[in-house]
Structure formats: C-alpha cells, structure tokens
C-alpha cells in the first residue's frame, strides 16, 4: 500500500487567486494522477504525472489553468491558476501500484477548495 | 457512451442487513479491471475492492465481494452485514488495457444505513 498526504486539506480562496496542493507519497511511485470532484459529481482525471517529462493533460483541462510539477518520484503539486467560483471542487492526487490494468490506484485524503 | 454506470443515486438499508450496489460497464478490450472505492464525507477515497478481467472467481475482501457477470458486463458491489459507517458515496471504476492506466469513474451511489 501506499501513504499519500495532501497538502492543503481545505482552503477558501478568493476569485482571481491561484493555490497549489502539494502530494507526498511514501514510497517512490513511476505514475501519479490529478483528479478534480466537483460537488456532488464524479470524480474526472484532470493529468497524469511522470517525472522528467510534461504532465499529460485530459480533454478539457490545460497546462495554463493547472500546471503540475513532478520534480521526483514521491513528490508533485498541481496549482489551480486565476481562480473562479467553478473551480470549487474536491482535487485528489492519486499514485498507481502495480502494473497495467491490475495495479491498485490509492488516494490522498484530497484537498477541498471553495472559491468565492 | 458512458463507460461506467450507477443506476442508483441513492440506497437504503437497515444495520445487519445485506445490500447490492448495480455497476455495469463498457469496453471493447478484453484487457480490464474493475474496481469499487468508498467515499466517506470526509472526501478521501478508500480502495475496497479489485474484479481483474479474466479472474474466475468473484473478489471477495471481509464483508465486501464483487458479483462478476462478464456476459452482462456487469460488477456489482455486495456488502454484508452493513454497518452504520458503511454509509457514504461508493464510486465503481474501470481501467482498460495493458498498459493503459487511467481509471474511468461511475458516477457514484449514496449508501445510507439506518439503525
């Protein structure tokens, strides 16, 4: 298994500001993964994060709205840029364990952020 | 197409008693794993269990098991003997592929447990 810790674990923010998260893992992991859960809604997965290499970014979401760093293997932040009301959401930083489609997917406990 | 489908926004049950959480899902690979997370409303997700593609046997983990129809593309989520802190939001999820490893999110079910 895996320890993964989120930093902020809630913020209120005000429109216009960015905010970045930071997630620390336990253990050194190849794969970590950015989802966003908006309220009441599903959770979507915003980019996957290698180290060394750009973050790949889902449809819908871009490096200028959330750019991600992933300086090493147990460590990246996803910054949530020029705020706004719709960006209020739950933000989750995953890491995967194990391999192709058996590995396990482990959470953070998720970062909760209002914007008003 | 959706991927992944919840049908039940909401269940109810009663403590001790068992209840049936529906998942069923949409892929053409026959590479996949299915997965099922609980939500408690502290917001972290907890792993649960895992359903591979080609197990034979349906997952079982304590009072958690997946009832696997692969015909019916189906992955239902069994909890036995609910508890009081069974309730919460429970996502049922899919990954596709070899080497494919984004995990696809149904869009959840409420669980409440009444005394």
């Known amino acids: 298994s895996a320890v993964i810790s989120q930093k902020p674990s809630r913020d209120i923010c005000q429109r216009g500001t960015s905010l970045t998260i930071q997630c620390q893992v336990d253990?050194?992991?190849?794969?970590m993964f950015w989802y966003r859960q908006q309220p009441g809604q599903s959770l979507t997965l915003i980019a996957t994060a290698n180290q060394g290499s750009e973050a790949t970014y889902e449809s819908g979401f871009v490096i200028d709205k959330f750019p991600i760093s992933r300086p090493n293997l147990t460590f990246s932040t996803l910054t949530v840029s020029n705020m706004s009301p719709e960006d209020s959401s739950i933000y989750l930083c995953s890491v995967l364990l194990g391999t192709d489609y058996t590995g396990e997917l482990f959470f953070g406990e998720g970062s909760r952020l209002t914007v008003l | 197409a959706q991927k992944i489908t919840q049908t039940q926004p909401g269940m109810f049950v009663q403590e001790k008693e068992a209840v049936t959480l529906d998942c069923t899902y949409d892929?053409?690979?026959?590479?996949?794993?299915l997965f099922w997370y609980k939500q408690p409303s502290s917001g972290e997700m907890i792993f649960l269990i895992y359903?591979?593609?080609?197990?034979?046997q349906n997952a079982t983990e304590g009072r958690y098991s997946l009832n696997f129809q692969k015909a019916r593309k189906s992955a239902n989520l069994v909890i036995s003997a609910s508890q009081l802190g069974d309730s919460a939001m429970y996502f049922c999820?899919?990954?596709?592929?070899?080497?494919?490893?984004?995990?696809?999110f149904g869009t959840g079910t409420r669980l409440l447990v009444s005394p």
């Open positions: 253990s050194q992991v190849t794969m």
């Open positions: 999820a899919m990954r596709e592929g070899a080497g494919f490893q984004k995990l696809v």
């Open positions: 359903q591979g593609s080609y197990d034979q």
């Open positions: 892929t053409s690979d026959p590479s996949y794993g």
